[in-house]
């Protein structure tokens, strides 16, 4: 579990790392910086919990699959976002942004979410 786990978290840094630097191409800016938080690993770490959850959903449709990953990933999203705004120490704010809630949810990056947790299930069901 220790393995997915690190895997987990890197590739979602790396994901933020890719997706940051692809929107700074909208300003026009070529260096393609792209960033991310040391809060993020043990975040995007978490989603070794999407594989039990996996197993049940296996023989279920791609749709239903993807949807119940995107909302596992908002309700993580949420919960972390707001512990680590207490803290002020909450990496992103979309507050604003259109579509967000509390400025730690974004409704609009539901495709994105979509297609990361079919990411994640697929690495999580490949790996020994």
């Known amino acids: 579990m220790i393995k997915k786990f690190l895997t987990c978290g890197v590739v979602g840094w790396c994901l933020e790392i890719i997706f940051t ?26 989603a070794v919990l999407l594989q039990p959850l996996s197993r049940l959903l296996k023989d279920k449709p791609l749709l239903l699959r993807g949807s119940v990953y995107t909302v596992c990933i908002f309700v993580t999203e949420f919960i972390t976002g707001r512990l680590l705004q207490k803290k002020h ?18 409704l609009d990056y539901a495709p994105c979410w979509f297609g990361t947790g079919l990411l994640y299930e697929y690495i999580l069901n490949t790996m020994h």
């Open 89 to 106: 120490a909450c990496p992103w704010d979309y507050s604003e942004a259109p579509l967000n809630i509390d400025g730690v949810i974004r």
């Open 21 to 46: 630097a692809a929107c700074t191409m909208k300003k026009h800016d070529i260096r393609l910086k792209g960033n991310t938080s040391l809060w993020m690993f043990p975040i995007y770490g978490m």
